[in-house]
């Protein structure tokens, strides 16, 4: 069983910054893929960014150059800066952990941190 707990957001006004903080623990093998998704209400989640345990990157193009994904692969931590916030950028956000296995991949999501950005 894997655990992922999520930490940081909070209230920010636009133009500030945020970090989120991730780590998953338990059953983890050496490859996965770590990331964050945004979700408002009555909308699905959405894909913010996310990085393999590599080091290989992915942001949506709402995330590119304000969002900055990284981890510690030691501590199977993920972290997400969030620079320059905008109004939109209000949610709820979500990690996710994807332990790819050669039987398949396995999928864990946090319980959601909570970011408010006043405008």
């Known amino acids: 069983q894997v655990q992922v707990v999520e930490s940081g957001g909070g209230l920010a006004q636009a133009g500030e910054s945020l970090r989120l903080n991730c780590t998953a623990s338990?059953?983890?093998?050496?490859?996965?893929?770590m990331g964050w998704f945004h979700q408002t209400p009555g909308q699905q989640r959405e894909f913010v960014a996310d990085?393999?345990?590599?080091?290989?990157?992915n942001y949506a193009d709402s995330a590119k150059g304000r969002f900055t994904i990284s981890r510690d692969n030691a501590k199977n931590t993920v972290t997400l800066q969030m620079n320059s916030l905008k109004f939109e950028d209000t949610g709820v956000y979500f990690c996710?952990?994807?332990?790819?296995?050669?039987?398949?991949?396995?999928?864990?999501w946090g319980q959601g941190t909570q970011v408010t950005v006043s405008s």
């Open positions: 338990g059953d983890i093998k050496d490859f996965n893929v």
């Open positions: 990085i393999s345990s590599s080091g290989s990157t």
């Open positions: 996710r952990v994807e332990d790819r296995r050669p039987i398949g991949t396995l999928t864990y």
